[in-house]
T-cell receptor, first 114, second 114 residues
Framework: AQSVTQLDSHVSVSEGTPVLLRCNYSSSYSPSLFWYVQHPNKGLQLLLKYTSAATLVKGINGFEAEFKKSETSFHLTKPSAHMSDAAEYFCVVSDKEGAQKLVFGQGTRLTINP | ETGVTQSPTHLIKTRGQQVTLRCSSQSGHNTVSWYQQALGQGPQFIFQYYREEENGRGNFPPRFSGLQFPNYSSELNVNALELDDSALYLC?????????????FGPGTRLTVT
């Protein structure tokens, strides 16, 4: 079965500094990987996805992630944090065995300090 | 906004009761998936419907059941509610089953079981 592990439950950064949210995955085949963001009282929004094309994936709002097969990692980064980035972030792998099933990590809460 | 709507927004039920949650998918989407998100956790896959047929199920007991209608809207039914069923229930719709189809999430229904 596919799984993801988000290495930090909570990350706190100052506005204007870089953001790094870490994710490792486990998959028996070439995975499809995603990052979703969840703002309070709002639905999940797709930030970016990797589906075996370019290993550096650019998403919305200045976020990007790099797929590293040798490290089984898919870390999310942003050069400069903005107050509006404060939210819960989920690393997700798609389980291709059967349904289009998304397997979510436990989430990382990102706090932005003024 | 994704165009996926869910009703009701909030619901309070008593242990042992039954509940029906509703999801209206985005226009043109024939696939609906349901997820349960317990407090402080990532969403967990319940099941998926594709063109009115169940197309995969997660590790949830049979008292969790669903339907998809000809207009591709969907229902999630939970019988014999337990306290642990208290969670945010999310539905997501997509154009089809392939990984490259983005799943668009609704805002969720918050179910509290007392």
């Amino acid at each position: 079965a596919q799984s993801v592990t988000q290495l930090d439950s909570h990350v706190s950064v100052s506005e204007g500094t870089p953001v790094l949210l870490r994710c490792n995955y486990s998959s028996s085949y070439s995975p499809s990987l995603f990052w979703y963001v969840q703002h309070p009282n709002k639905g999940l929004q797709l930030l970016l996805k990797y589906t075996s094309a370019a290993t550096l994936v650019k998403g919305i709002n200045g976020f990007e992630a790099e797929f590293k097969k040798s490290e089984t990692s898919f870390h999310l980064t942003k050069p400069s944090a903005h107050m509006s980035d404060a939210a819960e972030y989920f690393c997700v792998v798609s389980d291709k065995e059967g349904a289009q099933k998304l397997v979510f990590g436990q989430g990382t809460r990102l706090t932005i300090n003024p | 906004e994704t165009g996926v709507t869910q009703s009701p927004t909030h619901l309070i039920k008593t242990r042992g009761q039954q509940v029906t949650l509703r999801c209206s998918s985005q226009s043109g989407h024939n696939t609906v998936s349901w997820y349960q998100q317990a407090l402080g956790q990532g969403p967990q896959f319940i099941f998926q419907y594709y063109r009115e047929e169940e197309n995969g199920r997660g590790n949830f007991p049979p008292r969790f059941s669903g339907l998809q209608f000809p207009n591709y809207s969907s229902e999630l039914n939970v019988n014999a509610l337990e306290l642990d069923d208290s969670a945010l229930y999310l539905c997501a719709s997509s154009l089809g089953l392939a990984d490259y189809y983005e799943q668009y999430f609704g805002p969720g229904t918050r179910l509290t079981v007392t």
